[in-house]
C-alpha cells in the first residue's frame, strides 16, 4: 500500500480544520449565555446537516435510497444524529436486501 503525499496533506489539512473548528465553536458556545431560542434553534443544526447531506442521495438514485432517506429524515427528529443515521444505513440495506 502506498500513500500519496498529497492525499495524505489533504486528509490531514481535513482533520486539522474540522478539528479546529470543533474547539471554536464549543468555546464560543461556553462563552455565552444561550437564550431558549438561540439552544432551540442550535439543537435543529445536526439534522439540518444530516438532510444536507442525505437529500443529494435521496434524489440521485433509485427507490431504496430514497426510502432510506425518508426514513433517516423522520429517524432524525427524535434521534440525536448518529442513531438516525445508522436506521438509514440499516433501512436501505434491508431494502436492498428486499430487491428495491
Given at each position: 500500500?502506498?500513500?500519496?503525499?498529497?492525499?495524505?496533506?489533504?486528509?490531514?489539512?481535513?482533520?486539522?480544520?474540522?478539528v479546529f473548528t470543533r474547539l471554536i465553536g464549543?468555546?464560543?458556545?461556553?462563552?455565552?449565555?444561550?437564550?431558549?431560542?438561540?439552544?432551540?434553534?442550535?439543537?435543529?443544526?445536526?439534522?439540518?446537516?444530516?438532510?444536507?447531506?442525505?437529500?443529494?442521495?435521496?434524489i440521485a438514485t433509485g427507490i431504496a435510497e430514497?426510502?432510506?432517506?425518508?426514513?433517516?429524515?423522520?429517524?432524525?427528529?427524535?434521534?440525536?444524529?448518529?442513531?438516525?443515521?445508522?436506521?438509514?444505513?440499516?433501512?436501505?440495506?434491508?431494502l436492498r436486501a428486499a430487491g428495491l
Amino acid at each position: 500500500m502506498t500513500i500519496d503525499p498529497a492525499s495524505l496533506a489533504a486528509i490531514l489539512a481535513m482533520m486539522a480544520a474540522t478539528v479546529f473548528t470543533r474547539l471554536i465553536g464549543a468555546m464560543l458556545v461556553n462563552r455565552f449565555t444561550l437564550t431558549p431560542r438561540m439552544e432551540k434553534a442550535l439543537t435543529a443544526v445536526p439534522p439540518a446537516v444530516l438532510m444536507a447531506v442525505v437529500t443529494p442521495t435521496a434524489i440521485a438514485t433509485g427507490i431504496a435510497e430514497t426510502l432510506a432517506c425518508a426514513v433517516t429524515a423522520l429517524a432524525a427528529l427524535r434521534l440525536p444524529l448518529l442513531p438516525a443515521a445508522g436506521l438509514g444505513v440499516l433501512a436501505v440495506a434491508l431494502l436492498r436486501a428486499a430487491g428495491l
